[in-house]
Nanobody, 121 residues
């Protein structure tokens, strides 16, 4: 019932910037926390940044000071502005959105399809 569409990934040189977007659509009653996670080959998925419905944020130590997460509630969209990118940031980035739909009584997390971010040295 809910789908997430991601965009903004790509290839960038070290020190460059990218802006990821994730828009939720479907029979959504409300949206809670939104977040960005990433997974590099051979590694587990890790949290990069999370923003609550109230606007409070949390970042991985590796992202703090370089990345900024934000949301547009009117558009059901979460963004991740990534500056000063490093080769270590190379991974598939997935968004996750906590939703309540017309078919559910409780919130649950929905994953996006992932978008590739590659940072060259």
């Amino acid at each position: 019932q809910v789908q997430l569409a991601e965009s903004g990934g790509g290839l960038v040189q070290a020190g460059g910037s990218l802006r990821l977007s994730c828009a939720a659509s479907g029979s959504i009653v409300s949206i809670g926390a939104m977040g960005w996670y990433r997974q590099a080959p051979g590694k587990q998925r890790e949290m990069v940044a999370v923003i609550t419905s109230g606007g409070s944020t949390n970042y991985a130590d590796s992202a703090k000071g370089r990345f900024t997460i934000s949301r547009d509630n009117a558009k059901n969209t979460v963004y991740l502005q990534m500056n000063s990118l490093k080769p270590e940031d190379t991974a598939v980035y997935y968004c996750n959105v906590g939703v309540v739909t017309t078919a559910t009584l409780r919130s649950y997390g929905v994953w996006g399809p992932g978008t590739q971010v590659t940072v060259s040295s």
